[in-house]
């Protein structure tokens, strides 16, 4: 007899957006194959009059509660009532804190949202996500070379989610299909800056991720997109390219985006 998964509740409060505190619950929640957390975001939790409107929700759904509150007075309303309804409750940021404070020999400012200040920092990533978008699907190629990273690959190969996930990173990222047949635009062989790196996947991933992608389309494609010795020649030739002119090759068939970028930042020449 198959296992049920168990729920329980998960709170995550935070003073911010909550993108950190949501990456962080999941993450452990992950850990847990046979539970699956009900997910209860509140982002911008500030003071008396919001933290009592988020007690009350915690009440009526008793679980987990996780916080990245930074105003001690506000952290601790959560932490003691959390403890008079014995429920759970963790700061997830404050031991972080301690231990830098500790380290640095310095206090924290305790600036809510800092990491979201807009500073030089921000502006890069607006600006990588702006340069990757227009240089999305082979676009714009004759200012290729002012590209950070140059993703190619064939189809199915999760070229575009890789190149918005590196510029999230303020990582600059074009990417250009390989396409079994076609030249590769000229500017791509006379770049100097980018790193160039090419995604490929196994057969029998790319046919599935595009019998997947025919499945749910209503746009007709031809019976070669999903033709497996077609995907074969496909990759054959995209390798052909990659040793003619020494660029990198990345298996992405069995790695998240994040694993994948992770890879790819790893590729690239360290600044000094």
Same mark, same amino acid.
């Given at each position: 007899?198959?296992?049920?998964?168990?729920?329980?509740?998960?709170?995550?409060?935070?003073?911010?957006?909550?993108?950190?505190?949501?990456?962080?619950?999941?993450?452990?929640?992950?850990?847990?194959?046979?539970?699956?957390?009900?997910?209860?975001?509140?982002?911008?939790?500030?003071?008396?009059?919001?933290?009592?409107?988020?007690?009350?929700? %915690? +009440?009526? $759904?008793?679980? @987990?509660? &996780?916080?990245?509150?930074?105003?001690?007075?506000?952290?601790?309303? !959560?932490?003691? /009532?959390?403890?008079?309804?014995?429920?759970?409750?963790?700061?997830?940021?404050?031991?972080?804190?301690?231990?830098?404070?500790?380290?640095?020999?310095?206090?924290?400012?305790?600036?809510?949202?800092?990491?979201?200040?807009?500073?030089?920092?921000?502006?890069?990533?607006?600006?990588?996500?702006?340069?990757?978008?227009?240089?999305?699907?082979?676009?714009?190629?004759?200012? %290729? +070379?002012? $590209?950070?990273? @140059?993703? &190619?690959?064939?189809?199915?190969?999760?070229?575009?989610?890789?190149? !918005?996930?590196? /510029?999230?990173?303020?990582?600059?990222?074009?990417?250009?299909?390989?396409?079994?047949?076609?030249?590769?635009?000229?500017?791509?062989?006379?770049?100097?800056?980018?790193?160039?790196?090419?995604?490929?996947?196994?057969?029998?991933h790319i046919s599935q991720v595009?019998?997947?992608?025919?499945?749910?389309?209503?746009?007709?494609?031809?019976?070669?997109?999903?033709?497996?010795?077609?995907?074969?020649?496909?990759?054959?030739?995209?390798?052909?390219?990659?040793?003619?002119?020494?660029?990198?090759?990345?298996?992405?068939?069995r790695k998240s985006i994040e694993?994948?970028?992770?890879?790819?930042?790893?590729?690239?020449?360290?600044?000094?």
């Open positions: 007899m198959e296992n049920k998964k168990k729920f329980f509740h998960l709170h995550l409060i935070s003073d911010s957006t909550g993108e950190t505190l949501i990456a962080a619950g999941r993450a452990a929640a992950s850990q847990f194959a046979d539970c699956l957390a009900v997910e209860h975001v509140y982002p911008l939790v500030r003071n008396r009059k919001q933290v009592s409107d988020v007690l009350a929700q %915690i +009440d009526a $759904a008793p679980g @987990i509660v &996780l916080h990245t509150v930074i105003d001690h007075e506000v952290a601790d309303l !959560i932490d003691e /009532a959390c403890r008079s309804m014995g429920v759970p409750c963790v700061s997830v940021i404050e031991p972080v804190l301690q231990i830098f404070q500790s380290y640095l020999g310095a206090p924290t400012r305790r600036r809510v949202g800092a990491q979201h200040e807009l500073n030089a920092g921000y502006f890069a990533r607006i600006d990588a996500l702006n340069f990757t978008m227009d240089h999305d699907d082979g676009q714009l190629p004759n200012d %290729i +070379d002012e $590209a950070d990273v @140059i993703l &190619l690959g064939i189809s199915r190969t999760s070229k575009t989610p890789t190149a !918005i996930y590196l /510029a999230n990173r303020g990582i600059k990222t074009a990417n250009v299909p390989v396409v079994y047949g076609i030249p590769l635009p000229e500017k791509l062989f006379t770049a100097t800056k980018p790193l160039i790196v090419c995604l490929i996947a196994t057969i029998d595009r019998q997947n992608r025919v499945l749910g389309s209503t746009v007709g494609y031809q019976e070669t997109y999903t033709d497996r010795s077609m995907i074969s020649e496909e990759l054959k030739y995209a390798k052909q390219l990659c040793a003619r002119h020494n660029w990198p090759l990345l298996d992405v068939s694993e994948t970028a992770a890879a790819i930042l790893a590729l690239r020449p360290k600044v000094r």
